[in-house]
């Protein structure tokens, strides 16, 4: 009877302690996911406010302007590559992309941990994919387009498949194709980013650390340990292995140029010629 008794404490502790643990556990898959959603402000926010120069047909440092002293620079022209997004658009179409699928999934089966997250992640990657065409490079306009235009089809389609047929694994097949895209986005461009020295091709650094976290709670949640859903492990699990490689070239290329040069701000190169190259 007292062996039973001990038993009966150490499965209430236990279970107790799992219960803990999962909920710190779904606490963490829906903030990380949010400040990976939001992490793109830190692409976004150097090229909409940073102060823009203009050139001087005389090569002048500084003039003066309505009485005010304005410094110019020669060697930067207002319409320059160099104070534009130079990430490609994929990063945020995908994003509204994946997470509006991922939305309509989890909304119809009832699951609000993953639901949560995908909603705020697919009104940020809506604002985000809308303002990114006005900082672009002009070599991205035709991939913006044609992303931006098919983020919206296939959540319609997605809409009409789900609440429409009852079917809402089109959603979360194509969320998760599209997840191992948007997890991966770094993977194109860490060739070019080594070549060139430019940090800023991959993101910032914070999105790289934000999305690896993000998959990694993930990856747990959606294990055979918790709660088992093909869908989301393989979208995460590509999104742990491309994250960490970009963050291993970031590592590789601040070792390499030095604390002084290293920068995640856009450097000034010609981005289409580069991609001439590569």
Known sequence: RFSKIILAHYTVAMSSTISIELVILN????????????????VFLPVFFKPKTATTSQGSNADID??????????????SDALKIQMPPLAVTSQMLQCGLFAIYAFYLGMTTLFIPNFIGFFLGLIWSTLYPLRMISCYKFQWQWQ???AFFCIIVGSITTFGFENPYF?????????VIMCTYPLPVMK????????????????????FLCCGSWVIHSSALVEFDVFVLTSNSAGVIVQGAA???????????????FSDEVTNFDITEESRLL
């Open 27 to 42: 606490s963490l898959c829906v903030i990380l996911p949010v400040i990976a959603f939001v992490s793109p402000i830190t």
């Open 148 to 150: 931006y235009i098919l």
């Open 192 to 211: 070019k980013a080594i070549v060139t020295q430019n940090a800023a091709l991959l993101g910032s650094k914070y999105m790289n650390l934000a999305m």
């Open 247 to 261: 963050l291993f070239v970031r590592v590789y290329l601040y070792r390499k140029i030095g604390d002084s040069e």
């Open 66 to 79: 309505n009485g005010t002293a304005v410094t110019r620079s020669p060697s930067v022209p207002p319409d």
């Open 171 to 179: 959603s979360s097949s194509v969320a998760a194709f599209v997840g």
